[in-house]
């Protein structure tokens, strides 16, 4: 079908905050200025667990230009219920309050805050502050704290938990003819974001407050700091306009902006807090999970039965969540299957959901598992997979709203050349490297959130659509300016867009992968709203070329309203908005999938991920040659800004396999390598060809506009099909990532 | 960060004077590792005396045959001399093989001598570390020591050196020649470097107030048998798990001098005179490198997470004394092991 040249959602457009983020104008949280603005540092903890026994502050105090240093024994009062520290996506449990008491749950707890004039002055003020604890026994390794696993007793808002059994599965599993068996694990990963979390609080005076944080949730960090400080809803506005990157650390406020907050109402005056590198390794990450996967085939690999347990870490305080056993059910058809999920306390701070939580976590096992089932029945890989395949949610016993995972395989395996593959492991060597050939499934959980926005049309046919969520650097400007000019035939010049702001119309957070389908929606439906009252007005003018044409035979192109059939008959957009004396149009439009739809059924997006890798066993060196990737997500709105998500989490997805890895000394209960030339993000170098497919999938059901969401897809399975294919190459079956070079001698 | 003062030294004297002067001042060339380490509060100078501005930023011939480089030469331009392209392979690869573009741009060749270990404890002062804070114990010997010696190392202090050019600069037997209030010495390499023992807060033999000069590298020729052959937790920008240098001088199929020295496996680049013993008079086959890499980890010893290290080094210099003996050296553009 050719496109049609004047529209924008399904083109390829470049981001319209590019040029403002290359040249410096962008401004992030620690960016803001204010005239009077002071300085926070954070005095990080020592110790994993304990009291403060005492802290000497006089040191620090005594540097030129210090305000204060805030400690628990000099902060002011906050509230005192976990209620109001619960943020919208906080687990269950009682939240982290930053100097609360003297307790001490974490290692890097922050303990003081030093304010200065300027941020050397703090800085140095910050390393004077002298601290003395008393230790308590301490414990950090999952693997020693793994016996005393539980079931969580309350289930986070949000997220499955496992699914009930079906049919007998450890009975079908020792009955069956082929067992596979084994315990994957994966390191804890920190988010490592490139902007570091920081908060500028602008004091507005009369107790008001702009805050610029780094957040993913405007309207979260605005509603935890009015419960938190007991201010009033309206002293408070929260800005993120610009964030640089968060893959999940910014869903749930972190403590600089408790910090931030806490000093400028305190000092009457402007305040900012940025966590140094090394403070990031003390916020939130993905846990570390022991993980059992199960899988009973009969001899031509059909599954007779699929057992996936995973005991996870979670923080002493809250009971953080995952669905990390749950994605077989909606994968693969099988009658017997059996799922559990514990958690272990450790002294850590809480984990967060980072990049396709659980998913990643989850089908990294479930898929190398089917490699093996792959590999002890002689099957090929996507075979395996297509002998499977589930046409139905086999957990929920619910039909899809669409899944064309079978063209992903088919469409991957073609472009990859995946038919060529010799199936032996260690058959095919290049000079001295042997190259294997993987590959692996994807999925997330497809979702829309209710979320509302608002379209104001100009008297000069100019656009500003707005909604309060946030652009972590997806595109979320770009593609809801497509939509709006789509709406009303406009130039994306001609479209503004007002994100990340907690005053704008309510928006979940930017998480999830759902906010091109959610916001995209809202804003879709605000601008349908303005259009059908400009198309009244133009109507109902006098002599109007579109008197008695139905509103199904208008075309808005062009910034003209015409009959679709007859486009002699046109108006201009702004010819009517002067004819008509009107200003401005302005619709509020709150957009929400029909509640029968998410009860009759389940919405996943979908890929296949085909990996080769090169190893040169000798040294346990490998290199990722090649990676083919087709996904099955939806109506793309926007090619370039969706291949660029997928290629990010493609990236990850290999880091995840061979690289990224915090490690902790269990001795200290500290993490160790919290700096980025000791924590591994794969370099240029290590990355090669990625090449992105797009499936077609139409789905009517997922949300008003067809969308899916990107955000996690790419990440999921990566790893899988990375270690696969080093399976493939080698013959060994790596079980635990990082894949280090040590694994491999 | 503290507070410090901060003098700009016109001449090699001045400079030498105002460290000698102050216990706690200290010299920054690029800044590269020491301005990191201001920042994590692990050094607290209370003086820096910048020494950007001296005049040691040439290469010079050297009146034996070799190259004289100067203190101040940055990496980069060190590694892309063209005599030293041509005479000393080994050290621009080893160089190359180094940090970023960016960093090599920044970081000076006598910085790069005293750059400091990368052990995790040593930036974080949360935590106790003999080599930053004398006396309060070494928590690598029993936490996270992936990345530490298998080597040389004392109940005292495990650390590595983290350099990748002075793994070259020693296998080229350079020398350091330093400037102090006594006057002027010349260190060799390998003397420059010292193991840990019972005061791992000492990592070399320069004195206080002692400034390097230049390094003087003499006249031998391996360009034509060499390779720098690093092995790391990525394929570019991160530290040597092990790396190897090799120099080889072969004629008529036999090895006439052997150079072999050690990264990421000791407090100091490594080097073993019985282990290149035992190459020279021996024709370059695996049987040979094999006996030598035995020979040079016969006293090696792992930790909890760097056991592998072992191993992974007696393949990399078997493999590295291959490179060098089939002059294909290791590129550190293509990151294909050759
Ligand atoms: C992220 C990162 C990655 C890196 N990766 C690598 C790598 O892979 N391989 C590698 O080899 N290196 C690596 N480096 C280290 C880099 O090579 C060193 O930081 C650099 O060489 C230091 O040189 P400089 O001039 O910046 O030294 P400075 O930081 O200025 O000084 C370092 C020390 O040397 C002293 N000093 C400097 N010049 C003199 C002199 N002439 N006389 C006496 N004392 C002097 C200073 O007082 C200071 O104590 C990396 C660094 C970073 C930050
Ligand atoms: S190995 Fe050395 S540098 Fe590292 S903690 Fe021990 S003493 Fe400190």
Redesign the interface.
């Known amino acids: 079908m050719l496109r049609d040249p004047d529209l924008h959602v399904g083109a390829p457009r470049s981001r319209i905050d590019g040029v403002a983020k290359v040249t410096g104008e962008a401004r992030y949280a620690a960016e803001h200025r204010a005239p009077d603005l002071a300085h926070g540092i954070v005095v990080?903890?020592?110790i994993a667990r304990g009291r403060i026994t005492s802290i000497d502050s006089s040191a620090a105090l005594a540097v030129p230009g210090v305000i204060q240093v805030f400690t628990h024994e000099n902060r002011r009062s906050t509230a005192w219920l976990d209620y109001n520290y619960q943020d919208e996506v906080a687990p269950p449990g009682s939240p982290f309050r930053p100097l609360y008491d003297a307790e001490i749950h974490f290692?890097?707890q922050p303990v003081a805050l030093v304010v200065a004039e300027d941020y050397?002055a703090a800085?140095?003020a910050a390393?004077l502050v002298r601290i003395t604890y008393e230790a308590a026994e301490h414990a950090t390794s999952l693997e020693a704290q793994a016996y005393k696993s539980y079931v969580p007793p309350k289930k986070r808002s949000g997220i499955k938990p496992p699914s009930p059994p079906r049919g007998d599965a450890p009975g079908a599993f020792t009955a069956s003819p082929v067992m596979i068996e084994a315990d994957y694990t994966h390191a804890v990963e920190h988010h490592n974001p490139m902007e570091p979390h920081a908060s500028t609080v602008i004091w507005e005076g009369d107790g008001k407050l702009t805050v610029h944080d780094k957040t993913q949730g405007p309207q979260n960090s605005h509603s935890y700091v009015v419960a938190v400080f007991g201010l009033k809803a309206d002293d408070v506005q929260v800005k993120n306009a610009y964030v640089g990157g968060a893959f999940g650390l910014g869903l749930r406020p972190h403590y600089q902006l408790f910090l931030a907050v806490m000093a400028a109402l305190e000092l009457k005056r402007s305040v900012r807090v940025v966590l140094t590198r090394?403070q990031m390794f003390t916020l939130s990450y993905r846990p570390h999970s022991l993980q059992t996967v199960k899988l009973g085939a009969d001899r031509n690999g059909k599954l007779n039965a699929v057992i996936h347990a995973a005991v996870s870490g979670t923080s002493r305080f809250e009971d953080y969540q995952e669905d990390i056993v749950n994605w077989s059910g909606f994968l693969y058809q099988c009658d017997n299957a059996a799922f559990s999920y514990e958690l272990a306390k450790l002294d850590t701070y809480t984990p967060s959901d980072m990049r396709a939580p659980g998913a990643a976590t989850g089908m990294f096992a479930v898929e190398i598992a089917m490699d093996e089932l792959a590999a002890e029945t002689g099957t090929d890989p996507v075979e395996l997979r297509l002998r499977n395949y589930a046409d139905k949610d086999e957990n929920q016993d619910k039909p899809f709203t669409s899944k064309e995972l079978r063209a992903c395989y088919a469409q991957a395996a073609e472009r990859f050349g995946w038919s060529r593959r010799n199936p032996e492991p260690r058959a095919t060597t290049e000079?001295?490297?042997l190259v294997g050939w993987g590959m692996a499934s994807g999925i997330w959980e497809a979702f829309m959130q209710k979320a509302s926005a608002r379209a104001r049309l100009a008297a000069d046919g100019t656009l500003e659509v707005a909604t309060a969520t946030s652009d972590i650097g997806t595109g979320t400007y770009t593609i809801l300016a497509q939509i709006g000019a789509d709406a009303l035939g406009l130039r994306m010049e001609q479209v503004s867009v007002k994100i990340g702001d907690s005053s704008l119309p309510t928006s979940p957070i930017e998480g999830g992968s759902w906010t091109a389908a959610s916001n995209g929606s809202a804003v879709m439906v605000a601008c349908t709203a303005v259009r059908e009252e400009l198309f009244r007005k133009a109507r109902g003018l006098d002599g109007s070329p579109l008197a008695n044409v139905p509103p199904e035979r208008v075309v808005f192109r062009g910034g003209r309203i015409a009959v679709a059939d007859d486009p002699s008959r046109s108006v201009a957009i702004s010819e009517v908005m002067r004819a008509a004396g009107l200003e401005v149009i302005e619709r509020e439009e709150t957009a929400q999938q029909d509640p029968a739809t998410t009860k009759r059924y389940a919405s996943y997006t979908h890929s296949a991920i085909f990996a080769e890798v090169?190893v040169?066993e000798?040294?346990?060196?490998v290199?990722v040659t090649r990676v083919v990737v087709a996904v099955a997500a939806g109506k793309i709105i926007n090619p370039k800004t969706a291949r660029s998500q997928i290629l990010g989490g493609v990236v990850m997805g290999i880091g995840m396999a061979?690289?990224e890895e915090t490690?902790?000394?269990?001795?200290?209960g500290?993490f160790?390598?919290?700096?980025l030339?000791?924590y591994?993000v794969?370099?240029?170098?290590?990355i090669h060809d990625i090449e992105v497919i797009f499936v077609e999938e139409h789905d009517d059901k997922i949300s008003p506009i067809g969308v899916k969401g990107l955000g996690e897809i790419g990440i999921v399975g990566t790893a899988a099909a990375v270690a696969n294919a080093i399976f493939h190459a080698t013959g060994k079956r790596v079980r635990s990532l990082p894949i280090?070079?040590?694994k491999l001698? | 960060m503290n507070n410090f003062s901060y003098t700009r030294a016109a001449t090699v004297q001045e400079a030498v004077a105002a460290l000698a002067a102050e216990p706690s001042a200290k010299f920054v060339a690029g800044g590269t590792n020491l301005i990191d380490l201001l920042k994590y509060n692990v050094e607290r100078p209370t003086r820096l005396v910048d020494i950007t501005r001296l005049p040691l930023r040439d290469i010079e011939e050297a009146p034996g045959g070799g190259l004289r480089i100067g203190a101040l030469v940055p990496n980069s331009d060190l590694a892309y001399d063209e005599r030293v392209e041509q005479r000393y392979p080994l050290l621009t690869s080893a160089i190359l093989a180094g940090a970023s573009p960016q960093l090599r741009n920044a970081a000076s060749t006598g910085g790069n001598l005293l750059q400091r270990t990368r052990c995790y404890y040593f930036y974080d002062p949360g935590t106790p570390c003999n080599k930053r804070e004398p006396g309060t114990g070494c928590p690598a010997i029993t936490g996270q020591n992936r990345i530490h010696a298998i080597l040389g190392t004392s109940e005292h202090c495990i650390a590595t050196h983290p350099s990748d050019m002075c793994v070259a600069l020693a296998a080229l037997d350079a020398r350091v020649q330093v400037t102090g209030p006594d006057g002027a010495r010349s260190i060799p390499f390998a003397e420059f470097h010292r193991l840990p023992g019972d005061r791992p807060e000492i990592d070399t033999t320069l004195r206080h107030g002692e400034v390097i000069t230049a390094i003087d590298l003499p006249a031998e020729d391996f360009s034509a048998n060499h390779t720098y052959l690093k092995l790391r937790d990525r394929l570019s920008y991160a530290f040597a798990l092990v790396s190897v240098a090799v120099a080889l001088r072969i004629e008529d199929g036999v090895i006439r001098d052997a150079r072999l020295a050690l990264g990421g496996v000791a407090h100091k680049p490594w080097r073993d005179p019985d282990a290149e013993s035992l190459l020279r008079g021996r024709a370059p086959i695996p049987e040979a490198f094999q006996a030598a890499a035995e020979r040079v980890l016969r006293g090696a010893k792992g930790f909890e997470h760097n056991g592998f290290k072992i191993e992974l080094a007696r393949r990399a210099i078997v493999r590295a004394l291959g490179q060098a003996a089939r002059s294909t050296p290791q590129t550190q553009s293509d990151k294909r092991i050759k």
């Open positions: 990080s903890g020592a290692s890097g050397d800085a140095y390393s090394d000079g001295r490297e090169k040169d000798d040294l346990g060196v290199r061979l690289h490690m902790a000394d269990h001795n200290l500290r160790m390598n919290h700096n030339a000791e591994h794969p370099a240029n170098a290590d280090t070079l040590d001698l």
